[in-house]
């Protein structure tokens, strides 16, 4: 398995709501990544993840927190957003071996907060 | 602190002309370099990386990539755009602290 897949894929939630974001690789990266992406502009750092233990806050506000349950599996969970907060979300972990330095991406999940 | 600087939001070429898309980074350490490409509603995908072993990188898709250190660009070209090529590109560099610092992106369009 060489790639990191994210559910749910498409999500619209109220203000009010409670959500979460999976993130899963099977590829025995021991770190993970939350990314928010606007239209048009790239992708922003959120939350690194290095084996198991969150490493880098990017002064992400409460209303989301990570988790990351195991080397696998990491979760982002959404709490009392606000519209712009509308965006895509990616996921990516980090290579090992030669590839430690590069990141693999999911496909992301769009999100859309009413 | 690491930077990538990308010429130009919006380039615009003809099916089968040349593609080239700038970048220029700034690093005190050897940098490592990546292009990744992104189609619409997806994800990031690598299409070549530097890591200081071949200063000509081959990717994917018939995508290559220069590292100049002395004018401290990457950047990325093919010799024939194909309609497919028409997505957004982004120059990245990877930090000490192993995070990407991403530019600001190109979008790249095909003309018919």
């Known amino acids: 398995d060489t790639e990191v897949t994210q559910t749910p894929k498409h999500l619209v939630m109220g203000m009010t709501n409670k959500k979460s974001l999976k993130c899963e690789q099977h590829m025995g990266h021991r770190a993970m990544y939350w990314y928010k992406q606007k239209a048009k502009k790239p992708p922003e750092l959120m939350f690194v993840y290095s084996y198991e233990k969150l490493s880098i806050n990017e002064s992400v506000p409460s209303r989301f927190s990570p988790e990351c349950p195991n080397s696998s599996l990491l979760n982002l969970h959404l709490h009392a957003l606000q519209p712009e907060d509308s965006a895509l979300y990616l996921c990516?972990?980090?290579?090992?071996?030669?590839?430690?330095?590069?990141?693999?991406f999911g496909p992301g999940t769009r999100l859309t907060v009413l | 602190a690491q930077s990538v600087t990308q010429l130009g939001s919006h380039v615009s070429v003809s099916e089968g002309a040349l593609v080239l898309l700038r970048c220029n980074y700034s690093?005190?350490?050897?940098?490592?370099l990546f292009w990744y490409v992104q189609y619409p509603n997806q994800g990031l995908q690598l299409l070549l990386k530097y890591t200081s072993a071949a200063t000509l990188v081959k990717g994917i898709n018939g995508f290559e990539a220069e590292f100049k250190k002395s004018e401290t660009s990457f950047h990325l070209t093919k010799p024939s755009a194909h309609m497919s090529d028409a997505a957004e590109y982004f120059c990245?560099?990877?930090?000490?602290?192993?995070?990407?610092?991403f530019g600001q992106g190109t979008r790249l369009t095909i003309n018919p």
């Open positions: 990516a972990s980090r290579g090992t071996g030669g590839a430690e330095n590069e990141q693999f």
């Open positions: 690093s005190s350490v050897p940098p490592y």
């Open positions: 990245a560099v990877s930090t000490w602290a192993q995070k990407l610092v």
